[in-house]
């Protein structure tokens, strides 16, 4: 049976793309079914990028121990995968007694958890290291960073496909039913596809997925993130991310700086305790109202009075799973395989933050799950390093004459705001996940990211597409299905 695959993963985000990976290292029929049509256009994506040190997190819990190890490992994941993590550390600003006694409380918290390097500094030693900040005194977590979140799970997603790994982009999965063969047929909305094994791994889809698998009961709430994307002038004065004193369920509305130098403004968090169905589809789910861009700016400027609108370019939300027990109480992360019920089928849920710093060891611990059940042969031909989209604007003048040289196309600029070269574009275009909307192409590139969000580059982009892929005008897609980026030409349309 050609569709008969070893394992299928049920959802592409960043902890979905990490199991796939970690899977790849083994001789296994791999596929990986994403309803939407790239690997980071929900919670992957959609959030602060920061990579979490483990001290805000209760002992013994699988979000802590998970954490620690990524935040570890997340140097050498980064020079393996090629994508952007900075180390920069992170500071969390009291100005009260009882901000004290509560950093005090996360320390020894953090010191149970094996987070290394905790130290509290006073105002003087905050000031030196953020000079623009409000402040009387902080914990230091040295370790802490911050990542490209679009690159980081690309990449992943990338390796896993380089490995053997088959991405199903655009299937939503809509049924899953155990077959008298003992294999499961996972039906979506372009086919049926079987398999022995099921990962559980769909996000904000997580609860239906697992009520499809016999696993019911779980109530799952959400939390509505909004953020406001600054100018990169100002990421001279933010150096490292800023927090206020955190609590155990929220870290408050905080000040980040990006890999690529925008400041990060956010978020808050809006509970919601449904989400409209097909919700990673639904555009107006991820609306920024006023209102909460206002809040976010005045909240903000307690600790960092810097905000301006005129250095806004750009709102956006994360929407995160959050598994909750009968009285609202946030859980631990459930990973689970119940033999008795859905054999072969390993249920992720309420996999929230820090999942963006655990997806490699939740990856890890689901293989050694699946490996407690049945032996796995080792792949002689994994490969776990990649090499990303050489980028223009990272180039030395050097540099940037002998790329040139070998490849002409890098001295033609499409996106003058970051310096995306034709080059870049093209070889996003033809991406090993096939690829070809115009967020996907800006999540490689950068291209449309910059001060002028598109202006200038993003029709140039919108035709390469239609050129390299043969499409039409009205087939090139902004993100979605439906979002069509134009849908006839004005002039024949008026006659």
Known sequence: MDNLFDCLVIGGGV????????????????????????????????????????????????????????????????????????????????????????????????????????????????????????????????????????????????????????????????????????????????????????????????????????????????????????DQRCGVDVPLPRYTVPSNTYMGIHVTPTVDGNVLVGPDAEERPALPRSAGSSAALYDVPQKNIDFLAEDASILWPHIHKKDYIRTYCGILPKWVDENGVIQDFKIEIRDDVAPRAVNLVGIESPGLTCAVPIARHVLDMMKEREPFEENPNFNGRRKGIRRFADMTDEERAEAIRQNPDYGELVCRCEKVSKAEILQAIHNPLGVETMTGIKYRTRSMMGRCQGGYCQMRVERMIEEEKGRRETEVLYNRQGSQVLFDKVREAQR
């Not at 049509?37 to 959609?46: A, F, K, M, N, Q």
């Not at 992943?156 to 003992?182: P, Q, W």
């Open 15 to 230: 902890v979905g793309s990490a199991i796939a990976r970690e899977l790849s290292r083994y001789r296994l029929k791999i596929g990986v079914l994403e309803k939407n049509l790239d690997v980071c256009y929900e919670t992957s994506g959609r959030n602060t990028a920061v990579i979490h040190g483990g001290f805000a997190y209760n002992t013994g819990s699988l979000k802590a121990r998970f954490c620690v190890e990524g935040n570890r490992g997340m140097t050498k994941l980064a020079d393996d995968l090629d994508f952007k993590f900075i180390r920069t550390g992170k500071v969390l600003i009291g100005n009260s007694e009882e901000d004290m006694a509560s950093l005090k409380r996360t320390m020894a918290q953090g010191e149970r958890n094996g987070v290394e390097g905790l130290t509290l500094i006073d105002g003087e030693k905050l000031h030196e290291m953020v000079p623009t900040v409000n402040g009387k005194f902080a914990l230091w977590s040295p370790n802490s960073g911050i990542v490209d979140p679009f690159m980081y799970t690309i990449a992943l997603a990338e390796n896993a496909a380089r490995n053997g790994v088959k991405y199903f982009l655009d299937n939503e999965v809509t049924a899953i039913s155990h077959g008298t063969d003992g294999n499961y047929c996972v039906t979506t909305r372009r086919g049926v596809y079987h398999t022995r094994w099921v990962v559980n791994s769909a996000g904000l889809g997580c609860r239906e997925i697992s009520d499809m698998l016999g696993l019911t009961g779980y109530r799952v709430i959400f939390s509505k993130d909004h953020y406001i994307i600054l």
